[in-house]
């Protein structure tokens, strides 16, 4: 039987247990289950692994059972879930696990940190986000890919929002910590096109004319309908 509890355990030794939980309609919620679920939230952020639904398993398994004194203990397993939920952006899945945290564990710092981190990238406050990070980085430590996956967000927000971006602005919104080699190399990777000078780089992303379409607008009147107004004219 697998010793549950020491953080080792890999996803792919967790995985037929936890699919035989997130199967069962009886042993689902069974407290004894939240040792394991929180191993492999562990297992998912140390190897780049996503599992939805079983998070939110772990969440609701806190709900049912209040932690009390151990509250701050689950902090860093609930820390972990929220930075992989929010590592899924644009999607909604931070504020559904937001919406399965016990209220009394939003006090903690670590989860405040996250709290704080998703409203600047929601509120497309990116330099601020990475000097924000940067004084919270224990509270990712951890989580595999969590910049990269940030950093992919960003750009499909500038991707759709702008037609060129200056380049020393775009660096900002990227991160300070990104080596310039890795910034060239996303850029080409997302198909846009440094253009200018040394001193006055440009980015440029697409022409946003060539996104809209016309559309063309046909309304159909019956025969029935207008032989109502002309007879309703002419009274």
Known sequence: MAAYGQNAASITSLQPEISKIL?????KYNPSNIHIMEDYVEAQAREGHYDLEANLLLLKLYQLNPGGSYSAARASYVAKVLLMGL???????FQICKALT?????????IQDVMRLET????????????DLDRCRDT???????DTAIRNYICSVIGMTNQTIKERQLIGYLGPGLPYEKFKRLVEEKGWRIQGDKTDRSIFIK??????KPRKITEAID????????SAAAQ
């Open 120 to 131: 600047s990238l929601e509120t497309c406050q990116f330099d601020f986000f990475w000097n």
């Open 102 to 110: 016990e209220p009394e564990l939003t006090r903690v710092l670590r």
């Open 207 to 212: 022409d946003q004319t060539m996104t809209i």
């Open 140 to 146: 990712v430590a951890g989580v595999e890919g969590f």
């Open 87 to 93: 590592m899924q952006l644009p999607r909604n899945d």
């Open 223 to 230: 025969f029935a309908d207008v032989a109502t107004i002309l």
């Open 23 to 27: 199967q069962s309609n009886i042993d």
